[in-house]
């Protein structure tokens, strides 16, 4: 499978806000559409204690399934 003109910034970018809030691993798939990238976690890819980090509706910083497709 080859991905193809990936946009470092936004996709550095998006590595690093999602390691900050707690993943430590990410499920990377090529997809359809305007995005040539999916990017995936699951709560066992997350330090322990972090998942509220991204799951938690009241943080400023949380970071939803659109906010990660628009940012790739």
Do not use: A
């Amino acid at each position: 499978m080859k991905i193809e003109k990936v946009h470092l910034n936004s996709f550095i970018s998006v590595l690093i806000q999602l390691y900050n809030k707690g993943v430590d691993y990410v499920d990377i798939e090529k997809s359809k559409g305007k995005n040539p990238l999916s990017l995936s976690f699951i709560k066992e890819y997350m330090r322990e204690g972090t998942e509220n980090e991204i799951f938690d509706t009241e943080n400023d910083n949380f970071l939803n399934k659109e906010d990660l497709n628009n940012l790739i």
